[in-house]
């Protein structure tokens, strides 16, 4: 059973607290399907993310299955299955592919094949066996409902919670996702679904409805009773008739006749049964009353004529009168009678399964998989997305490329040596000034070429790390979050970055160095520290960007912000000119480029072209040593700030 008591949740607005779930109490036992309606607003979607823990509510206490879920930390993983609304799944993946890949990080199988029979079964039971190949772009609204069920269904969860996954659908596909819903509250005894909706059509799939109004619960019952309690014709007409009274007395009135609503359907919590039996027997033969536009103060339980929408529940109702406590028990016989024909029937199908099927039996065993068995799974599906993106893997092609032949256009010819400066002096005063000016010119032309082959390495060589990178987390946000509802470690998520990502720092920045090495005849300095001076520049900025990434909930801000952080690299290097002396010390060690490019340099202190780059530039080149520990804090902060943007959950 869950039971919500006394929730209360406000949000400070201008200085003044403003309740968006005020005093919501309610239990659903299991086996039940809920829906939770309301107007637009009224806190539907909020007091489904408190539930699911992504929300902390301000007072009151949640519990399920009779323990108290704030002291439990919230559910386990493998207890919760929570439906956004928004995609869940990665557009270039199929739906088995998808499906597998949840098994794979959610759930910890004996062996390859019995993974595999829990994506068949899964598969099966939300009719997606006939789209498995299909990839996730192609899907309908309704199949990408279906999906998202499929997803949280690996773990076989006992609390499915379902934000407005029905929005958006034609009628055909409207209806179909709620027999579905309905379908998985009754395939487990202990299971409880609940679904969000704005909708109030299909509500007689429902077991029971619970109506919002500004954040207040104004009606908890079954479907069958929701119109005479609010005394209207048609369901349709509720948000019209909610709006003519404040919420505060639709919840007043609502409070009157909770308790018999409750004793009536069975949906009181349990330790409400050892309330005094002359007050409960009080409350429950009141006066259920339609509320309308009156505040009934007495209730009174209606006849069967009153519900006439279900058939066979009506002639239950004939057949016992007005004597709810029979029917009561009735129903609830009916219930277990139900509950042992399912258990009978799943085992029947089952035995049926093992003489047509070769697949093992599905594993029950719902732990979750350690670090490395998740960092495999998001490696290998993002891999798999890689080579499907045929635009990113063409981008990735002509930058990887091209980028080193932009460098080599400037440097085809070979890189003139520089003049040696003669030490005798000749009597000739216009001889020697000839010679001192052809000696100027020799390193002016060296030195600027060596210097300006290096830079410009260094800078495309992070323009390509920021491309990598910007939008690498901020564009799977919304993946992101619901997977590490499921149990996703966001250890094993960072891990599974730094290897994707490194592949292409790597690749990137060593084929520039060789690339321009080979075609330029050799660029003056140790090419192993130029090498080691790319790699961490390209490292610092891939994963500084990809802090950004994680920090910002928008691809497009994160674009943005990464490309102005490398559009400063170039300015800010002090590589072309000096910065002023009160401004240098404070800048420079935030700017990749400065560091990788002062350290190349300075691996040339050995040749004579360190003298000629020292002419052409104003600032100090700093040992490669000291340059790759400071790139390598670049990398440490960009790494924290991956990991904290990751841990903070940034729901909408």
């Not at 899964?122 to 789209?131: A, D, E, M, P």
């Not at 035995?351 to 697949?359: F, K, P, R, V, Y």
């Amino acid at each position: 059973m869950l039971e919500l008591k006394n929730i209360s949740l406000s949000l400070d607005r201008d200085g003044e607290a403003h309740a968006l779930l005020d005093d919501i109490t309610f239990s659903i036992p299991a086996g039940h399907l809920l829906a939770i309606v309301g107007p637009s607003g009224c806190g539907k979607t909020t007091l489904m993310k408190t539930v699911a823990g992504l929300k902390h509510h301000d007072h009151g206490e949640i519990h399920w299955e009779g323990r108290n879920v704030e002291d439990e930390k919230d559910l386990h993983p493998s207890e919760l299955g929570y439906v956004p609304q928004f995609s869940i799944a990665h557009d270039l993946l199929t739906v088995e592919e998808c499906v597998a890949s949840a098994v794979a990080l959610r759930t910890r199988q004996p062996d390859e094949e019995t993974a595999w029979a829990l994506v068949e079964t899964t598969l099966q039971q939300t009719g997606l066996t006939t789209l498995a190949e299909r990839q996730v772009k192609v899907l309908s609204g309704g199949q990408r409902r279906r999906l998202g069920l499929a997803l949280e269904l690996v773990t076989n969860p006992t609390l499915l919670l379902c934000d407005e996954v029905t929005s958006g659908l034609d009628p055909k596909s409207e209806r179909e996702i709620t027999q579905l819903l309905h379908d998985l509250a009754r395939s487990n005894p202990r299971r409880i679904v609940i679904n969000v909706t704005h909708s109030l059509t299909n509500l007689s799939l429902f077991d029971t409805i619970l109506v919002l109004h500004e954040g207040r619960v104004v009606y908890h019952g079954p479907p069958r009773a929701l119109s005479h309690y609010f005394s209207v014709e048609q369901a349709e007409e509720i948000y019209p008739k909610l709006a003519r009274r404040s919420s505060e007395r639709w919840a007043e009135s609502w409070g009157r006749h909770r308790d018999a609503y409750y004793a009536t359907y069975g949906l009181a919590p349990k330790k409400d049964e050892s309330r005094d039996k002359e007050k409960d027997k009080e409350s429950s033969t009141g006066d259920l009353k339609a509320v309308g536009d009156r505040e009934p103060d007495r209730i009174k339980l209606p006849s069967a004529a009153t519900f006439p929408d279900e058939a066979e529940k009506e002639k239950e109702e004939e057949d016992e009168g007005d004597d709810w406590s029979k029917y009561k028990k009735r129903r609830e016989k009916k219930q277990r009678e139900e509950a042992r024909e399912h258990v009978k029937s799943k085992k029947k199908d089952d035995d049926e399964g093992e003489e047509e099927s070769a697949h093992p039996e599905v594993s029950e065993d719902h732990r979750l998989p350690g670090v490395i068995a998740q960092t495999r799974e998001l490696l290998r599906r993002r891999w798999t997305i890689f080579w499907r993106d045929k635009t990113q893997l063409w981008l990735q092609l002509a930058m990887t490329l091209g980028f080193p032949l932009l460098v080599v256009i400037f440097g085809i010819e070979p890189i003139p040596q520089v003049r040696q400066l003669s030490v005798r002096q000749d009597t000739n005063m216009i001889a020697n000034a000839k010679e001192q000016e052809a000696y100027n010119q020799s390193q002016l032309r060296a030195g600027s070429l060596v210097s300006g082959l290096i830079l410009m390495q260094v800078v495309l060589v992070t323009l390509m790390a920021s491309n990598n990178a910007a939008r690498e987390i901020a564009g799977e946000r919304d993946i992101l979050e619901r997977e590490r509802l499921g149990g996703l470690r966001a250890t094993s998520y960072v891990l599974s970055k730094v290897l994707f990502l490194g592949t292409f720092v790597l690749v990137q920045a060593l084929w520039m160095g060789l690339f321009v090495e080979m075609v330029c005849s050799g660029i003056p300095g140790d090419l192993v520290v130029k090498l080691i001076m790319l790699v961490m520049a390209s490292g610092a900025m891939t994963f500084v960007c990809l802090g950004i990434s994680a920090i910002m909930r928008s691809p497009e801000k994160a674009t943005i912000l990464s490309i102005y952080l490398v559009g400063f690299q170039l300015p800010l290097s002090g590589a072309l000119l000096a910065l002023p002396n009160f401004i240098a010390p404070a800048v420079k060690p935030f700017i990749a480029a400065y560091w990788a490019w002062a350290g190349s340099l300075n691996s040339m202190k050995s040749t004579s072209f360190y003298d000629a780059v020292k002419v052409v530039i104003n600032t100090g080149l700093e040992p490669w040593t000291l340059a790759t520990f400071a790139l390598g804090l670049h990398i440490l902060v960009g790494l924290a700030l991956t990991y904290a943007g990751t841990k903070n959950s940034q729901w909408d």
